[in-house]
């Protein structure tokens, strides 16, 4: 798997290409990647993911909270395990967020020359949304490339999804982050001295600068969370 965090001097050939956040890299997401996955190398094409960092809700503003289940290198990683060829995790800037939807359409294009499209069914680019699933199916007569929709992935009759997860967490229902997750939940840093209460009650514990809801300001430390 190759991971870049740009676009820039990235050309690639005949791809098929998916678009989301995939935080968490969830049951949901590894279901859908892994179709994903195998259509686009049926096709003899390759299997690109294009994502973004920081979440565009948190650049425009809808989520106070910037804290996220996984790194960016650590999604990536995941992704490159259920297969993924490429993986783009995109910069994304209020600058950005303004872009047209029919320029980002022609950024892919031209950069990743995707010949196929596999989304949500709600899902929609550019600025204010305009690129709808009606829009990129239109537009894909222009550009030299068809479209597809899959729906979310559903447990026990609730999508599964990484809002689920976060409110899953806060609420501290561990078992169920591990069952959406498909794997045990956990927070990865430099462990630092605490207030030795732990030793006091018998318990030693492993201190933490920073953790899901508290994302780490020092580039050393690296967390997992939200």
């Known amino acids: 798997m190759r991971h870049f965090q740009s676009l820039e001097g990235i050309h690639l050939q005949d791809t098929w290409l998916t678009i989301g956040t ?8 590894q279901e859908i990647v892994r179709k994903f996955v195998n259509e686009a190398h049926r096709a003899g094409s390759q299997a690109v993911v294009f994502t973004f960092y920081p979440h565009p809700a948190v650049v425009i503003g809808k989520r106070q909270n910037p804290a996220y289940l996984t790194t960016p290198e650590e999604r990536a990683e995941l992704l490159g395990e259920l297969g993924v060829d490429v993986v783009i995790t995109f910069p994304f800037t209020p600058p950005i967020s303004e872009i047209s939807a029919q320029d980002i359409v022609s950024l892919l294009k031209s950069h ?4 196929h499209l596999m989304v949500g069914p709600d899902f929609a680019l550019g600025h204010n949304r305009v690129g709808n699933i009606q829009y ?5 007569k222009d550009f030299d490339y068809t479209l597809s929709t899959i729906k979310p992935v559903e447990i026990e009759g609730q999508v599964v999804s990484s809002s689920r997860i976060r409110s899953a967490l806060r609420d501290g ?13 956990f927070l990865k840093g430099q462990v630092v001295p605490g207030d030795g209460r732990g030793h006091t009650i018998g318990i030693p514990t492993a201190n933490l600068p920073c953790g899901w809801r508290e994302p780490c300001q020092n580039p050393g430390y690296m967390f997992l969370g939200d």
């Open 22 to 29: 995939f935080d968490g890299v969830h049951l949901g997401h």
């Open 112 to 115: 990743i020359d995707m010949r």
């Open 173 to 185: 229902n561990i078992e169920l982050v591990n069952n959406l997750l498909g794997r045990p939940y």
């Open 136 to 140: 990129l199916n239109e537009t894909g």
